[in-house]
């Protein structure tokens, strides 16, 4: 509460002195001008930079001082440090004033600021690729020095089981031994990927063939941004839909073919993710195929090859990097999707081939482990991590070879907008 | 190589059929896409309409002295168990609130019980026999029927199907949302800026680029692991409020707003730019005057898809924590909420089957909301779309 009414308090101070330096920047400026002395810019311009002189350095302090605080955990000095901004910032209006004389290039100055400020803003996105490696190494490598690297990448034993207990301090002898080896949640992982990708991909490709071969203008301006729908709907629509209709659906047909399925089976969470993921390798298809120049088409064309032999032997392969990269994005977007799996997919590892019985998937693991009940040190919630880290290798690895791909084909053909 | 024109003309047509073939698959599998949209949503209706009706009935209600002490002695007994327990244990209160209601008789409508609303619905229930001959008889009378339910619309979760509704989760969204938007937006737009109008084309520049691609394309839970070792651990912002989700969110909607907003930039003509420049402008004033306003709808257009993406998020929202029980409407960013998706993950998870149909109803208003933002965003887009 304390906090709140000194941040209030700061701040409307601060908006005050921002306005009397706008105020007083320009009526200083227009008096200057209307003596008669030649400006090298606005009074409004100089009004500006007053402002910025004065809210910019205070601001910048301010959150400075706020952050040491959160490295050095102190807590206290927020009224010295708020106090002191505000020294800064009427600094800064007296010598925002002061800059307002003829010579001095007050747009100029603003540029700079603002130039300043873009840059700051365009270096968020790198900060947050930054925060992701960071945040997930770090707490990957407590997992590690806890369990090792080798033993979860080669393990076939996912059973987190008591570790709780031992990060409480009363892991006794009798307890088994909490094992985290990843191969189950991994081949779960792919075995569901690879469903995905078995819907996806020939429905997506031929839905793209058709939409930018043969379709007539009108079914390609509905058709698309219809299946466009199908990536609009949240994950969590799809989790719900795989689990209360794809699923029994799948159990009955798998009864009347005499076979045994789990309603947890990974067939449902694949084929919907697989669903999922059609725009995805139809949208970008499409315009790889589109971007395959006409003059390939007609010199088929002209050589006697009928329509479906241009597209099987001239267009598709002209077009494979593009499409390859189409399906690599979607491998990883198949990796990375939480909801379904976590909504239809089972929570036991089972390490198995066969699509009817219940697996699990890295991501429901990381779900399971930080929406559980342990202990922030404990070594469950810290595997979450290292699948974390693992899920970012690997995806990272997928959309930069999609993006060497695409870059490929872009060169190949001078396309400029894909 | 001699081959008779027969042989030929054999080979042609099936070539051609080859063809066709092609041709009819390719279009079977768009059919095959739009067959599933179409069964999606007439599942989902299906499952989620009758959500927005309730069963009520029509009981004596008597707030008696005794009805305060013990809430289900204010209804006979034989429809006791017909009416929902969450109504009755709002009795006392309501006497307490209103003290001329005591030692009065009304015949009211009231809220029924989640399974007498299964029951009235043809949904599998755990009625038994008699309080099912009950029901229908009352239906006979014209005591009991199936009514508009405001309340889904107007209260927060609970644990009594019939009680449950999406208010507190749809605050908890348009909380979480405008945290999004106050930092995505500003940042995103200023990115796209600086790359498309400001930068130098050098090694960072390629850098940022590359990078703004790649985060697009991150599993969003890993943004949910940021939220959490940085924003929630380091930074110490509340757990489950719609600050840190929403700045979680703002992070992952950042790159769709940036690569919108850079195509956006990208289609305004350099013949503004020359111009303006051309009357003395800086680079600032080219942008901020000329280039900004022109590419306004496009951006407008991609930071509601962005938006649009972000409000259906669900997975670095339940590692942040914000599926949290909301029983009551209300609260601001540094509460603990819970937001739409969010919500129709934890109703999906009950084991009430009367909770199903509450689920569905929840996304069906998700994605009559989704829609009509993308639409919205289309018709930006139609409406200010300029060729030049």
Same mark, same amino acid.
């Given at each position: 509460?304390?906090?709140?009414?000194?941040?209030? /308090?700061?701040?409307?101070?601060?908006?005050?002195?921002?306005?009397?330096?706008?105020?007083?920047?320009?009526?200083?400026?227009?008096?200057?001008?209307?003596?008669?002395?030649?400006?090298?810019?606005?009074?409004?311009?100089?009004?500006?930079?007053?402002?910025?002189?004065?809210?910019?350095?205070?601001?910048?302090?301010?959150?400075?001082?706020?952050?040491?605080?959160?490295? /050095?955990?102190?807590?206290?000095?927020?009224?010295?440090?708020?106090?002191?901004?505000?020294?800064?910032?009427?600094?800064?209006?007296?010598?925002?004033?002061?800059?307002?004389?003829?010579?001095?290039?007050?747009?100029?100055?603003?540029?700079?600021?603002?130039?300043?400020? /873009?840059?700051?803003?365009?270096?968020?996105?790198?900060?947050?690729?930054?925060?992701?490696?960071?945040?997930?190494?770090?707490?990957?490598?407590?997992?590690?020095?806890?369990?090792?690297?080798?033993?979860?990448?080669?393990?076939?034993?996912?059973?987190?089981?008591?570790?709780?207990?031992?990060?409480?301090?009363?892991?006794?002898?009798?307890?088994?031994?909490?094992?985290?080896?990843?191969?189950?949640?991994?081949?779960?992982?792919?075995?569901?990927?690879?469903?995905?990708?078995?819907?996806?991909?020939?429905?997506?490709?031929?839905?793209?063939?058709?939409?930018?071969?043969?379709?007539?203008?009108?079914?390609?301006?509905?058709?698309?941004?219809?299946?466009?729908?199908?990536?609009?709907?949240?994950?969590?629509?799809?989790?719900?839909?795989?689990?209360?209709?794809?699923?029994?659906?799948?159990?009955?047909?798998?009864?009347?073919?005499?076979?045994?399925?789990?309603?947890?089976?990974?067939?449902?969470?694949?084929?919907?993710?697989?669903?999922?993921?059609?725009?995805?390798?139809?949208?970008?298809?499409?315009?790889?195929?589109?971007?395959?120049?006409?003059?390939?088409?007609?010199?088929?064309?002209?050589?006697?090859?009928?329509?479906?032999?241009?597209?099987?032997?001239?267009?598709?392969?002209?077009?494979?990097?593009?499409?390859?990269?189409?399906?690599?994005?979607?491998?990883?977007?198949?990796?990375?999707?939480?909801?379904?799996?976590?909504?239809?997919?089972?929570?036991?590892?089972?390490?198995?081939?066969?699509?009817?019985?219940?697996?699990?998937?890295?991501?429901?693991?990381?779900?399971?482990?930080?929406?559980?009940?342990?202990?922030?040190?404990?070594?469950?919630?810290?595997?979450?991590?290292?699948?974390?880290?693992?899920?970012?290798?690997?995806?990272?690895? /997928?959309?930069?070879?999609?993006?060497?791909?695409?870059?490929?084909?872009?060169?190949?053909?001078?396309?400029?907008?894909? | 190589?001699?081959?008779?024109?027969?042989?030929?003309?054999?080979?042609?047509?099936?070539?051609?059929?080859?063809?066709?073939?092609?041709?009819?698959?390719?279009?079977?599998?768009?059919?095959?896409?739009?067959?599933?949209?179409?069964?999606?949503?007439?599942?989902?209706?299906?499952?989620?309409?009758?959500?927005?009706?309730?069963?009520?009935?029509?009981?004596?209600?008597?707030?008696?002295?005794?009805?305060?002490?013990?809430?289900?002695?204010?209804?006979?007994?034989?429809?006791?168990?017909?009416?929902?327990?969450?109504?009755?244990?709002?009795?006392?209160?309501?006497?307490?609130?209103?003290?001329?209601?005591?030692?009065?008789?009304?015949?009211?409508?009231?809220?029924?019980?989640?399974?007498?609303?299964?029951?009235?619905?043809?949904?599998?229930?755990?009625?038994?026999?008699?309080?099912?001959?009950?029901?229908?008889?009352?239906?006979?009378?014209?005591?009991?029927?199936?009514?508009?339910?405001?309340?889904?619309?107007?209260?927060?979760?609970?644990?009594?199907?019939?009680?449950?509704?999406?208010?507190?989760?749809?605050?908890?969204? #348009?909380?979480?949302?405008?945290?999004?938007?106050?930092?995505?937006?500003?940042?995103?737009?200023?990115?796209?800026?600086?790359?498309?109008?400001?930068?130098?084309?050098?090694?960072?520049?390629?850098?940022?680029?590359?990078?703004?691609?790649?985060? !697009?394309?991150?599993?969003?839970?890993?943004?949910?692991?940021?939220?959490?070792?940085?924003?929630?651990?380091?930074?110490?912002?509340?757990?489950?409020?719609?600050?840190?989700?929403?700045?979680?969110?703002?992070?992952?909607?950042?790159?769709?707003?940036?690569?919108?907003?850079?195509?956006?930039?990208?289609? #305004?003509?350099?013949?503004?730019?020359?111009?303006?420049?051309?009357?003395?402008?800086?680079?600032?004033? #080219?942008?901020?005057?000329?280039?900004?306003?022109?590419?306004?709808?496009?951006?407008?257009?991609?930071?509601?898809?962005?938006?649009?993406?972000?409000?259906?998020?669900?997975?670095?929202?339940?590692?942040?924590?914000?599926?949290?029980?909301?029983?009551?409407?209300?609260?601001?960013?540094?509460?603990?909420?819970?937001?739409?998706?969010?919500?129709?993950?934890?109703?999906?998870?009950?084991?009430?089957? !009367?909770?199903?149909?509450?689920?569905?109803?929840?996304?069906?208003?998700?994605?009559?909301?989704?829609?009509?933002?993308?639409?919205?965003?289309?018709?930006?887009?139609?409406?200010?779309?300029?060729?030049?």
């Amino acid at each position: 509460m304390q906090t709140h009414y000194l941040l209030t /308090l700061f701040g409307g101070a601060l908006s005050i002195m921002a306005l009397s330096a706008f105020f007083l920047g320009r009526a200083k400026a227009a008096r200057e001008r209307s003596a008669g002395r030649a400006m090298s810019a606005q009074p409004d311009q100089y009004a500006w930079f007053a402002v910025i002189a004065t809210v910019g350095p205070a601001l910048t302090v301010a959150a400075m001082g706020a952050f040491l605080m959160l490295l /050095l955990q102190a807590r206290l000095a927020t009224g010295y440090l708020l106090t002191g901004s505000l020294a800064i910032a009427a600094f800064g209006l007296w010598s925002g004033m002061r800059q307002v004389r003829p010579n001095f290039h007050a747009r100029r100055a603003i540029e700079r600021v603002i130039r300043w400020a /873009l840059v700051a803003s365009a270096s968020i996105s790198i900060l947050t690729t930054f925060g992701i490696l960071i945040s997930i190494v770090f707490e990957a490598l407590r997992f590690f020095q806890l369990h090792g690297l080798w033993d979860f990448l080669t393990g076939t034993v996912w059973a987190p089981g008591n570790s709780f207990l031992s990060a409480a301090g009363r892991g006794g002898d009798s307890q088994s031994a909490a094992q985290f080896g990843s191969i189950p949640l991994f081949a779960g992982t792919f075995l569901i990927t690879a469903i995905a990708m078995l819907v996806a991909i020939p429905v997506g490709l031929l839905s793209a063939i058709y939409m930018a071969e043969f379709a007539p203008r009108s079914v390609r301006t509905i058709a698309k941004p219809t299946l466009e729908i199908l990536a609009g709907i949240p994950t969590v629509v799809y989790g719900f839909f795989a689990a209360i209709t794809v699923a029994p659906l799948i159990v009955d047909i798998a009864d009347h073919l005499g076979l045994d399925a789990s309603f947890n089976n990974a067939l449902a969470p694949g084929v919907v993710m697989g669903i999922m993921i059609i725009p995805f390798i139809s949208s970008l298809s499409d315009d790889v195929i589109n971007a395959v120049p006409d003059s390939m088409r007609q010199g088929s064309l002209a050589l006697g090859l009928t329509q479906g032999e241009t597209i099987r032997d001239v267009v598709l392969p002209a077009a494979m990097p593009g499409i390859i990269s189409a399906s690599l994005l979607a491998v990883s977007r198949a990796l990375g999707e939480t909801m379904i799996v976590v909504m239809a997919a089972g929570m036991r590892p089972n390490l198995t081939a066969n699509p009817l019985e219940e697996m699990t998937t890295v991501t429901v693991r990381i779900v399971a482990a930080l929406t559980g009940d342990q202990e922030f040190e404990s070594a469950e919630t810290l595997s979450a991590f290292a699948l974390g880290l693992v899920l970012f290798v690997v995806t990272l690895a /997928l959309n930069l070879a999609s993006v060497l791909m695409i870059r490929r084909f872009r060169e190949k053909y001078r396309v400029n907008h894909l | 190589m001699s081959q008779s024109l027969d042989e030929i003309t054999l080979q042609l047509k099936r070539r051609h059929r080859q063809s066709r073939l092609m041709k009819w698959l390719s279009m079977g599998a768009l059919g095959l896409a739009g067959l599933f949209l179409v069964f999606f949503f007439t599942d989902m209706l299906m499952k989620g309409l009758p959500a927005f009706q309730q069963a009520q009935i029509q009981v004596k209600a008597h707030y008696s002295e005794q009805a305060s002490k013990m809430p289900p002695a204010a209804v006979d007994e034989d429809i006791r168990d017909l009416v929902s327990r969450g109504w009755l244990r709002l009795i006392p209160r309501q006497i307490q609130d209103q003290p001329k209601l005591l030692g009065t008789t009304r015949t009211e409508w009231v809220l029924a019980d989640g399974q007498v609303d299964q029951y009235l619905k043809d949904h599998p229930n755990r009625l038994s026999e008699d309080a099912r001959a009950r029901v229908d008889e009352m239906v006979a009378q014209g005591r009991a029927e199936l009514r508009f339910n405001l309340r889904f619309f107007t209260s927060g979760d609970s644990k009594m199907p019939e009680l449950a509704g999406i208010m507190a989760a749809a605050l908890g969204t #348009v909380w979480t949302m405008l945290v999004t938007l106050v930092i995505a937006f500003p940042i995103g737009v200023m990115t796209a800026i600086y790359l498309e109008e400001f930068a130098p084309d050098n090694r960072l520049t390629q850098l940022i680029e590359i990078n703004i691609n790649n985060l !697009a394309a991150i599993p969003s839970i890993l943004f949910g692991l940021l939220g959490l070792a940085i924003f929630i651990n380091f930074f110490g912002v509340p757990r489950s409020t719609p600050l840190v989700g929403g700045m979680t969110l703002a992070l992952m909607t950042l790159p769709v707003i940036i690569i919108a907003t850079r195509t956006a930039l990208r289609s #305004v003509p350099d013949s503004i730019r020359h111009a303006a420049f051309g009357v003395g402008c800086s680079r600032w004033q #080219v942008v901020r005057d000329h280039v900004l306003p022109l590419a306004m709808p496009g951006i407008m257009t991609g930071s509601i898809i962005g938006l649009a993406q972000a409000m259906g998020e669900t997975a670095p929202l339940i590692i942040v924590g914000m599926v949290a029980f909301i029983p009551d409407v209300g609260g601001t960013i540094t509460d603990a909420a819970t937001v739409l998706p969010a919500q129709v993950f934890t109703w999906s998870g009950e084991p009430d089957r !009367a909770f199903v149909e509450k689920t569905a109803g929840g996304i069906v208003v998700l994605l009559a909301v989704l829609i009509a933002l993308n639409a919205t965003a289309v018709l930006l887009r139609r409406k200010f779309e300029r060729r030049w």
